[in-house]
């Protein structure tokens, strides 16, 4: 047995991709595998994480996904951790696939669907716990919060509300994996809201990913809710509390039980949102929330 590491690129992507298909997860088909990790922001990709080859047969992947963010006006470039499957005979190979991502230099890291075992391991590695606690709002009629001017749905027209980074990500997303998109609006200033449609014990809920403005969004809760109910045909709006400047009118909190990590010497953990991340770019991600 001649195991060695290798990084992933772009000749690779369609063999990982069927790799992880059949070997990782079914339900997510090798396109869509694919579409997750061919990535449209226009950040210069290194790789696309690491392989495990025994002669020339593919043994093992962890991908990852990178990208490049202004925070606090200073260049960031940013290692998000995705999928990490080894076949069962190479699993004493696997931390090599790890140790490759984590000697990376000038790089922050970060783990967002860590299944429980992993966040054990990330933690002896010098990870930090992100807060787990979720806020949960109903969502109800508020038909005296429901003007069509505070909710601007269209891609072009959304555009056109923003600028500078919040555009930038916007463009980044638009059409990735499941998610959606929407604009609120106080006094002019907007608020770009990202948010994926999944169901939780048979309940479909709205699940907000990113927020760019959370002092607008608390004025504009009633029409979120309005909106989701309505539209979306969703029963529960589900935030991570650590994005929010206070907590809806009627919500409750929990803990949920899929922690999320970060590695960092510089950046803090309210520096760390759900962007450019397995979150956002495939169909069905494991892990939300």
């Known amino acids: 047995m001649t195991v060695v590491v290798k990084e992933i690129q772009n000749q690779d992507l369609e063999e990982v991709s069927e790799f992880l298909h059949r070997e990782m997860w079914k339900g997510i088909s090798p396109a869509d595998w694919l579409r ?6 226009s950040f210069e ?3 696309y994480g690491y392989q495990l080859r ?29 999928a990490w499957f080894v076949l069962p005979d190479y699993r004493l190979h696997s931390i090599k696939l790890l140790k490759a991502l984590l000697d990376q230099k000038n790089c922050h890291l970060t783990d967002l669907s860590p299944i429980p075992h992993v966040v054990q391991i990330m933690k002896k590695f010098g990870f930090s716990l ?21 909710v601007i749905t269209e891609p072009e027209c959304i555009r056109e509300e923003l600028g500078g980074e919040v555009r930038q990500i916007f463009d980044d997303h638009l059409g990735l994996g499941s998610l ?19 169901s939780r014990k048979k309940i479909p809920c709205a699940t907000v990913l990113y927020v760019s403005d959370s002092k607008v969004l608390a004025r504009r809760y009633k029409t979120l809710s309005h909106f989701f109910l309505l539209r979306e045909h969703t029963f529960l709006t589900i935030f991570e509390s650590r994005f929010l400047e206070r907590s809806p009118v009627l919500s409750f909190q929990l803990q949920s039980p899929h922690r999320k ?29």
Not at 36 to 41: E, M, N, T
């Open 36 to 41: 997750s990790l061919q990535l449209p922001w």
């Open 45 to 47: 990709i290194p790789h």
């Open 54 to 82: 025994d002669n020339d047969r593919l043994v093992g992947v962890y991908t990852a996904i990178f990208s490049e963010r202004p925070i606090r006006g200073n260049p960031e470039r940013f290692c998000n951790l995705a």
């Open 130 to 150: 992100l807060d787990a606690t979720l806020t949960v709002q109903p969502n109800l009629p508020f038909w005296r919060w429901a003007s069509r001017n505070e």
């Open 180 to 198: 959606r998109h929407i604009v609120l609006k106080h006094n002019g200033d907007p608020c770009l809201v990202m948010y994926v449609i999944r």
């Open 261 to 289: 990590l970060f590695r960092s010497s510089t950046l803090l953990a309210e520096d760390i949102d759900n962007l450019y991340s397995e979150l956002v770019t495939l169909v069905q991600p494991s892990q939300i929330q």
